[in-house]
């Protein structure tokens, strides 16, 4: 359920083109189904972190109604991020014949408070009409109730 409470913040984020791109080109080359994958970044983006790099997971649930990250692939990363000093900037996954807002499914496997959640739909009626482009949106999700970050792609 989208809040009526205070946003959690940011508002906003800037995400690199090329990120955008990688997240795009992976969710296509999963489809049919989910793909899934973490952004990576200077620190968490409600406290002025930035988005340094794109890492596409395996989806251990290998299907077009759900994601889950690989177990070895979460591992990995989270000891990568603990040494370079860096943290799960973002969460993201694709819907591929859904709009890019969190299911209820996502909502409640939504583990980490501190992190953007991205989605990216493959749902032709979703894509930018002028552009063709698959819908790229961000979204936090803190104790069940989720709230939209509105993306600039930079650069």
């Known amino acids: 359920m989208v809040s009526s409470a205070v946003h959690p913040g940011p508002s906003s984020v800037r995400l690199p083109v090329a990120i955008v791109h990688e997240l795009i080109a992976h969710a296509r080359a999963e489809y049919p189904n989910e793909a899934c994958g973490l952004i990576l970044g200077s620190a968490p983006a409600a406290d002025g972190g930035q988005p340094l790099r794109f890492v596409p997971t ?5 299907s077009p109604h759900r994601y889950e990250i690989d177990s070895a692939d979460l591992l990995r990363l989270t000891l990568e ?10 969460i993201v996954h694709s819907h ?3 709009p890019a807002r969190p299911s209820p499914t996502d909502i409640g496997l939504a583990f ?3 992190a953007l ?6 749902a032709e009626e ?4 002028t552009t063709g482009r698959p819908s790229v949106r961000a979204w936090r999700i803190v104790d069940g109730e989720f709230h939209e970050v509105a993306i600039a792609v930079a650069g």
Do not use: G, H, I
């Open 112 to 114: 980490y408070p501190d």
């Open 81 to 90: 991020t603990d040494e370079r000093d860096e943290v799960f900037w973002a």
């Open 126 to 129: 979703e894509a930018d009409p």
């Open 58 to 62: 395996r989806n251990a649930a290998a």
């Open 117 to 122: 959640y991205v989605l990216v739909s493959l």
């Open 96 to 98: 591929v014949r859904s």
